[in-house]
Nanobody, 120 residues
Framework: HVQLVESGGGSVQAGGSLRLSCTAS????????MGWFRQAPGKEREGVAA???????SYTNSVKGRFTISQDNAKNTLYLQMNSLKPEDTSMYYC???????????????WGQGTQVTVS
């Protein structure tokens, strides 16, 4: 079993920055792909960024050039640096672990509880 705990969400003004963290524990397979997703009320869960075990990274188009995904394997921690935030980035952000480097929620098996990001 894998446990994922997100932190770092909050409220910021447009143009501001936040860094999300996700600490993983439990049966973490070294080949897991890690990802960040977001879901706003009434909308489907959207893949934001993913990084796999060899460092290959994917971003959804709307965050390219603004968000950066990274991981510290020694700390079992995944990060999402979010710059130039926009009101449309407002959402609950989730960390996830799975086997495939995709931005499809269905490809990820383990999920955290989420951290809220609000941009005004």
């Amino acid at each position: 079993h894998v446990q994922l705990v997100e932190s770092g969400g909050g409220s910021v003004q447009a143009g501001g920055s936040l860094r999300l963290s996700c600490t993983a524990s439990g049966d973490i397979h070294p080949s897991y792909c890690m990802g960040w997703f977001r879901q706003a009320p009434g909308k489907e869960r959207e893949g934001v960024a993913a990084i796999d075990s060899d460092g290959t990274i994917s971003y959804t188009n709307s965050v390219k050039g603004r968000f950066t995904i990274s991981q510290d394997n020694a700390k079992n921690t995944l990060y999402l640096q979010m710059n130039s935030l926009k009101p449309e980035d407002t959402s609950m952000y989730y960390c996830a672990a799975g086997w495939w480097n995709t931005l499809r929620a269905s490809d990820f098996a383990y999920w955290g509880q989420g951290t809220q990001v609000t941009v005004s």
